[in-house]
């Protein structure tokens, strides 16, 4: 546990070589510290110390109300100081990539590289069609923060409730929305482990970070992405309806000098397959092993199925 300069209380993990590289993970949405990652062995053979919190409001980690994305950033310092950690990467996946994007922004002095999985792009992004593309369920639920606080919020503690009795429930309501694709993934039994303990820890005492990352989503972040001057990684399956692949496109188009890699036959939680490959670069690897796509005007490239690696059982 660390705390913050306003007592607040933040839980972390460290897992990996711990004299490697520190790369930190900013989980997903809802989501918690011991969220998927790679088995340890595996980090050890990349020299990663891969560095996981509560985001303020999940699992053990103090709600901290009103909070905009770039709160994250302040956070990740306050841990990183406790570490004795003057610089270090960050990797962030689906609702995590925001926060991750925040500390490029306003840790440039600290953070040697960004990387950003099925991230979503500021909600007044110009000329970015928000919701185009967008599963109804996420697109309920943000209308609803956008209207008003008090019924989104109820509707997400309730939610929340039943997923903490069952972590299964929520997999199993995400199905009929899933392409075949995500279907597949999310079949591994050891994903599905993972995933029911990451949504058991985040719900620990409540619903507050879910509802808070809703509403910082589609508020001002609190910084811009064409601020950032670390070298960004992006990286996206085309067939991703939760963070529309959009998203990417337009973070790719106004993060300076940010490599985008979409993966044509890949979706939302195709982002895990990946990771093993996005920390590996975060770490300070020149590759990633995937092709550059760049970003055609019309259609997507062609690209292989990326290295990933064994995730932690």
Not at 263 to 272: I, K, Q, R
Request: glycine share 12%; net charge positive.
């Amino acid at each position: 546990m660390v705390k913050a300069a306003d007592g607040r209380a933040l839980a972390v993990e460290t897992v990996g070589d711990p004299r490697g590289r520190p790369v930190f993970l900013m989980h997903g949405m809802p989501g918690s510290r011991v969220g998927p990652h790679p088995r340890s062995t595996v980090l050890y053979r990349l020299g990663v110390r891969l560095i996981s919190y509560d985001r303020p409001g999940y699992g053990d980690s103090t709600r901290l109300r009103g909070r905009r994305v770039s709160a994250a950033a302040a956070d990740v310092r306050t841990i990183a100081d406790s570490l004795g950690l003057s610089r270090f990467a960050v990797l962030g996946r689906s609702g995590g990539g925001p926060h991750a994007l925040a500390c490029a922004a306003l840790l440039a002095e600290r953070v040697s590289r960004v990387a950003v999985l099925v991230g979503l792009a500021p909600r007044n992004a110009t000329g970015l069609d928000w919701y185009g593309g967008m599963t109804p369920s996420n697109v309920r639920a943000y209308r609803e923060a956008e209207r008003g606080h008090n019924r989104m919020a109820d509707t997400m503690r309730f939610r929340s409730e039943q997923i903490r009795a069952d972590p299964g429930r929520l997999l199993r309501g995400l199905r009929p929305e899933l392409p075949p694709t995500d279907r597949e993934v999310v079949a591994d039994t050891g994903l599905r482990r993972m995933l029911q303990s990451n949504y058991r820890e985040a719900f620990r005492h409540g619903a507050d970070g879910w509802i808070d990352d809703v509403l910082a989503f589609t508020a001002d972040w609190g910084f811009k992405v064409e601020d950032i001057t670390v070298p960004t990684w992006l990286w996206h399956g085309a067939d991703d309806q939760f963070s529309p692949v959009d998203h990417s496109r337009w973070l790719g188009d106004h993060i300076p000098g940010a490599s985008l890699f979409l993966e044509p036959g890949a979706a939302h939680f195709g982002a895990f397959r990946v990771m093993t490959a996005a920390l590996a670069w975060a770490a300070g690897q020149t590759s990633t092993g995937l092709p550059s796509t760049g970003l055609p005007s019309s259609g997507l490239p062609s690209a292989g199925r990326p290295p990933g690696g064994p995730l932690r059982p």
